[in-house]
């Protein structure tokens, strides 16, 4: 957020100017702050009673005169009064704005005694009008960046009547960006932009103890039935699928290329430098054997460090603190020279991957997302995968970093704080750069006989065409070592009083003949590493299947805690107070804090919301 926090004195040149402002209009004016003219520049506002008289004639000019800068800008919803275009009558709301000057005599430095970074603001008058001064901010003191983040996003998934569109299909998704972004907004004092919440990321943040693969497949899934908290009437079908965890000493030996945004927009304490710690984090885990170099780009790119062995330690943090932020951003580039160093270090039977972090804002060269997602699918196919780090807000382009990630068979997540570098690259590096399956693909097909409709909960940005299932051609998410993943589905059982869908007039009466009592049946398709081929699991999905754990019970909590913020369709009455309740019974073991954390998240959205 804007501005200083309001346990900081303010400064004693915006002392100065209130203790001016009060001495000229009274103790009920006020500085209110700034705004943006029409040009974009910064104005000074302050605001007098109603009642103040001012004229041309009898205008102030001593000290808040000498204070005011040259021109103003006048808003008004009422009459521009016709004395020198001084002062403009409004309501207290949003009005029209006009543009007029100060006088002459009014004109010096107000940027110089009121600085938008160092605000003091006083309670407002109590009046039902007022009139408005406002007086230009000095040119010199930069604008605030506007705000250019773009967010890969879709429309929430429509309910499904299964007479008519029994079969569903999408990718697996392990990317927990969207949390990240979510908890940064509101830790900032502000609800999120409904387009920055994926439901699925909210979910699958979180670590499960789903049951533990067993046999020949490098996961297990596990399929739970459950009343629906919010819809009476309705159920959940909930999918959770546990990937096996290989000791560490098992793992093969790893190399990684940093590829690392040193444009000017990373300058900020919560991009570069943050940056900087999280690696630092991140080297405390690699192995001796482990090799690490490290690309950069900014207007062009240029390899700082050379491969290098994890055990070098002093060499590769040396190379990090010579990093600094200045220039344009040539992704491209940077993401060419990744991929040559890449090959380069790569070995059989070795694993390789480009790490690249950035704020996003891919503004030269190659930055259209199609023509990076075609680049990335071009090069994945060399055993090279890329994930993505996102840090610092207001030019977070995530519609760039989620085409990345996921056509270069990698994740993306946003680091926010470094509690959150230390849950990204220390407690899940294993999982992050280790794939245990590849092209994981989840399809059910529902029981008309038995389920009348569904929605799929999440996942939007993740559906794919029924074909695609069984097509190895086409690419789907990953799923890296120990990750857990999970889908949640809403089914209405035929003869529910919550179905939501009439019959129509034309279709077919006959009601669908009853094979079985299955409410559907769960597909999954994964290839192995470095392998073309799909393999296929199958089970079918049984009424009051499973066990609604605390697992399964708070990742309920979290899609509906997605679905409030994205203001769904489909939650009726079920509120804020009833998602906190359901989080908090099902909170279970949080060793790290994370659960709590979440509900404390979900706090200050109600809060926010009310």
């Given at each position: ?164 569109e029994p079969v569903s299909t999408f990718s697996i998704d392990v990317d ?247 849950k990204v690259l220390v407690d899940q590096l294993t999982g992050a750069l ?177």
């Amino acid at each position: 957020p804007q501005g200083r926090s309001l346990l900081t004195p303010p400064a004693p040149e915006t002392v100065l100017l209130e203790k001016q402002i009060r001495s000229e209009f009274g103790e009920s004016a006020r500085l209110v702050g700034t705004e943006l003219d029409s040009e974009g520049g910064e104005i000074t506002v302050i605001e007098v009673p109603a009642e103040t008289e001012l004229g041309a004639a009898n205008a102030p000019v001593s000290a808040l005169s000498d204070a005011l800068n040259s021109g103003t800008t006048l808003r008004s919803d009422d009459e521009i009064i016709p004395l020198d275009g001084i002062i403009a009558e409004e309501p207290m709301m949003e009005a029209e704005i006009a543009q007029e000057s100060f006088a002459p005599q009014l004109r010096n430095r107000a940027s110089q005694l009121a600085p938008q970074s160092d605000l003091a603001l006083a309670a407002p008058a109590p009046v039902t009008r007022a009139k408005r001064i406002i007086a230009p901010t000095d040119p010199r003191v930069a604008a605030p960046e506007s705000n250019t983040e773009e967010f890969a996003n879709a429309p929430d998934n429509t309910l499904k009547v299964t007479t008519e569109e029994p079969v569903s299909t999408f990718s697996i998704d392990v990317d927990t960006a969207s949390y990240s972004v979510v908890r940064q907004s509101l830790m900032s004092g502000r609800l999120p932009p409904a387009a920055a919440v994926r439901v699925e990321e909210i979910i699958n943040y979180f670590p499960y103890a789903y049951p533990a693969p067993e046999g020949e497949h490098p996961f297990q899934p596990t399929v739970s039935v459950m009343p629906t908290p919010w819809n009476e009437g309705t159920s959940l079908v909930h999918v959770g699928i546990q990937g096996t965890l290989p000791a560490v000493e098992d793992r093969p030996p790893l190399n990684l290329v940093f590829l690392i945004d040193t444009s000017g927009s990373m300058q900020d304490a919560n991009k570069l430098p943050l940056l900087k710690q999280s690696f630092r984090l991140m080297l405390s885990e690699l192995r001796p054997e482990d090799e690490v170099s490290i690309v950069t780009y900014a207007g062009s790119a240029g390899q700082v460090l050379e491969p290098t062995r994890a055990s070098e330690r002093s060499t590769i943090l040396g190379a990090l603190d010579r990093l600094e932020a200045g220039g344009s951003t040539a992704g491209q580039a940077g993401l060419q020279q990744a991929y040559q160093v890449a090959e380069g270090m790569g070995a059989d039977s070795e694993v390789t991957r480009v790490i690249l972090a950035t704020d996003g804002d891919f503004n030269v060269g190659l930055s259209d997302p199609d023509a990076l997602k075609d680049f990335i699918a071009d090069k994945r196919g060399t055993g090279t995968y890329l994930s993505v780090l996102g840090f610092g807000r207001g030019n977070l382009d995530d519609a760039t970093m989620q085409a990345l990630a996921q056509n270069g068979n990698g994740t993306a997540s946003y680091i926010d704080t470094l509690s959150e570098a230390r849950k990204v690259l220390v407690d899940q590096l294993t999982g992050a750069l280790f794939p245990i399956a590849n092209d994981v693909k989840i399809q059910v097909e529902f029981n008309p006989s038995q389920i009348a409709e569904y929605r799929l909960i999440g996942y939007e940005t993740r559906a794919l065409n029924r074909e695609d299932f069984s097509n190895d051609k086409v690419d789907a998410g990953d799923i890296g070592a120990g990750h857990t993943v999970t889908a949640i589905f809403e089914v209405t059982p035929v003869g529910s009083d919550a179905i939501r869908n009439g019959p129509l007039r034309y279709a077919d009466s006959e009601q669908v003949a009853s094979v079985s009592s299955e409410l559907g049946f769960f597909k999954l398709r994964y290839k192995n590493p470095n392998e073309s081929t799909s393999i296929l699991i199958e089970e079918p999905i049984l009424p009051g299947q499973g066990h609604a754990s605390d697992d399964v019970r708070f990742s309920v909590a979290m899609a509906g805690f997605g679905q409030l913020l994205r203001e769904g369709n489909y939650l009726g009455g079920w509120d804020w107070a009833d998602a906190i309740e359901l989080a908090n019974g099902a909170k279970g073991a949080d060793p790290y804090g994370y659960r709590a954390e979440a509900v404390t998240l979900m706090r200050l959205a109600e809060s926010m919301a009310r």
